[in-house]
């Protein structure tokens, strides 16, 4: 874990930032590591989680939890994938499907939708090209979903990319386990 960013307490953070994740803490018990390190820069991770939550207004919840965690596996990201795999079984997905999402081979996927399957396809081949030659990956995904929802998808990879880069950069630890373990 890097030690060269100080960790911030909910009561060093500016009360805007800590009056949002206030709830959040409540409910999860701790204040994660990466709102400890990113409250170093208050008003960037507070419009950080105001557009992470304009997606998962944009977004079904299936997609969202299948693009958070298809990234978070890409870019080894496990404190984000631990995480989404704990809400995923709390909006009620199956864990098989959790388990099929996380091998990253939509092709093989027998619980996956068709709509998840392209979605998948298109997350695995922008990440793996960074957004380049992806024409078709991505033309099967807008067939399957309004024009609203090909835009927002593509932006929530991105928001979990950056997620993954603040993490691997500074080394976090997952705050929970897999719920594979």
């Keep these: ?7 911030l307490e909910m009561d060093q953070l500016p009360a805007d930032l800590a009056q949002y ?6 409910r999860l018990g701790y204040l994660g590591e990466l709102f400890k390190c990113a409250g170093n820069a208050p008003g960037v991770i507070l419009q950080f ?13 299936r997609l969202t939890e299948l693009g958070a965690l298809t990234v978070a596996g890409y870019m080894q ?9 704990r809400l995923s079984v ?9 388990a099929e999402v996380n091998a990253l081979e939509p092709d093989e996927a027998v619980t996956l939708s068709d709509i998840e399957r392209v979605a998948q396809r298109y997350a695995l081949a922008a990440l793996h090209t ?3 030659g992806v024409d078709d990956e991505f033309a099967a995904l807008a067939a399957q979903v309004p024009p609203s929802q090909a835009m927002a998808f593509v932006m929530l990879i991105g928001r979990y990319v950056t997620h993954a880069l603040v993490v691997n950069t500074l080394h976090l630890k997952p705050p929970v386990p897999s719920i594979f373990e």
Aim: hydrophobic letters at 35%.
């Design 1 to 7: 874990m890097s030690a060269t960013i100080p960790r």
């Design 49 to 61: 989680m105001h557009f992470t939550d304009s997606l998962k207004e944009a977004l079904p919840d």
């Design 90 to 98: 709390k909006l009620g997905f199956d864990e098989a499907w959790i």
């Design 21 to 26: 994740l206030g709830p959040r803490v409540k």
């Design 77 to 85: 990201n496990d404190y984000e994938r631990n995480q989404h795999e």
């Design 130 to 132: 960074r957004g380049l």
